[in-house]
């Protein structure tokens, strides 16, 4: 989101001065068209925009029909943007495999600690990187990966080295300083899944030639055909408990302008979501 707002060429169009900001969204459908395959009361993700009402076409959004055994609030979390990036990110661009040392970086945010615990199910020794010594308990004890380590404490260098050894997959939420440390830790064929990056002058990317490493971008919307394989399997693992999740709600669409910054000042455990509507209370 951030990213959208800076005028220049991407991935998407900006978003202009004056336009609804972008956003990947749950709503309620209050109305509909005539034609419409949907009904009043459906439950759709679309981006639907930081806002509580909106006149749509019906291609802009999909109906979701939530399987027994999770929330809708899923869809917006393993289940959603998030849940894709994750099963993608790792198992097409990272292909981990069982017996890979798999470090993550953001590893307490949305997406990272959806990564961490498909690492572990895939068979991979986890390390995670996080920015407190709460965030990095509960990396350890909820999510169950091997070792976490604070990426704010004064000993960091040295601790990340201890933890990290030697690494196959890097899952990149951050880049900067880490990605540059994490590209002196390659192994023998390892691959960096850059998921997301800041602009920093990184020195260590010849080991990308001596370690005949591979780092790779992707972005998530290329990926959309598949979606339904991927939400098959992430539910019935969600249903099994073998995924756990945390949202950290925000209220209220006023707040949305100071939720987004916590994605940066890391205020937020878990997927960070702006609740802008009630649906119970909810009349056209
Ligand atoms: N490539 C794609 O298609 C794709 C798709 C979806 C998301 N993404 C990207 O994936 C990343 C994660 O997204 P998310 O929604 O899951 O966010 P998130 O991880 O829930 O939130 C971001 C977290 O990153 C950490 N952080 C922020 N600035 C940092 C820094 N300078 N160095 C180290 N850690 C920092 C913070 O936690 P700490 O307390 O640990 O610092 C913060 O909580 C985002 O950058 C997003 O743009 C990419």
Redesign the pocket.
Known sequence: M??WLDDRRGYMKPVQIGEVMRAGALGYVAKTGKGSKLSVGDLVYGGLGWREWGVYKEKEMRKIVVPKGVDPLDFLGPLG??GM?AYF?LFDVGKIKAGDTLLV????????SVVCQLGKIAGAKVIA????PE?CEWLEREVGVDKAVN??SPNFRQEFKDAVGYIDVYFD??G?E?LDMALLRLKKNARIV???S?PYGITGYLNLISQTATMQ?????DYAERFPEAIQTLSNWLKEGRIKRKFHVVEGLDKAPEALP???????????VVKVGDYQRAKL
């Open positions: 951030r990213g943007m998030t990036t990110g970086s953001g590893a307490a945010g949305a997406t990272g990187l996080a920015g407190t965030k990426y704010k939420n951050v900067g880490i850059l998921c997301d800041r971008g992707f972005l998530i919307f916590l994605l940066f000042t890391g205020g937020n455990t878990g997927k960070l």
